[in-house]
């Protein structure tokens, strides 16, 4: 497989007040294809859980924060590559 593309997968939340979260579980593991809009990562704030969504079509090629990792917002916290 060729990699033409890498696109990150960033901890995004627009929640007032929430600076981190923690990665409750990937549902995806490294090599596993996703596509685009697909829930891949479940986290966890101080005032919900969120399911984060592939942002592309692809395979998962890093996991970055893995699971238990508490990470900033805005963070990335994986890779897909297409």
Not at 8 to 21: C, K, P, Q, S, T
Not at 35 to 64: D, S
């Amino acid at each position: 497989m060729e990699v033409t593309n890498v696109i990150d997968i960033v901890l995004l939340y627009n929640g007032a007040g929430i600076e981190e979260a923690t990665i409750t579980r990937w549902l995806k593991t490294v090599g596993n294809q996703v596509t685009e809009g697909e829930v891949i990562v479940e986290v966890e704030t101080v005032k919900a859980t969120i399911e984060i969504e592939a942002p592309a079509n692809g395979t998962l090629a890093a996991i970055i924060a893995p699971d238990g990792a508490t990470v900033e917002v805005n963070s990335v916290i994986g890779t897909i590559a297409s």
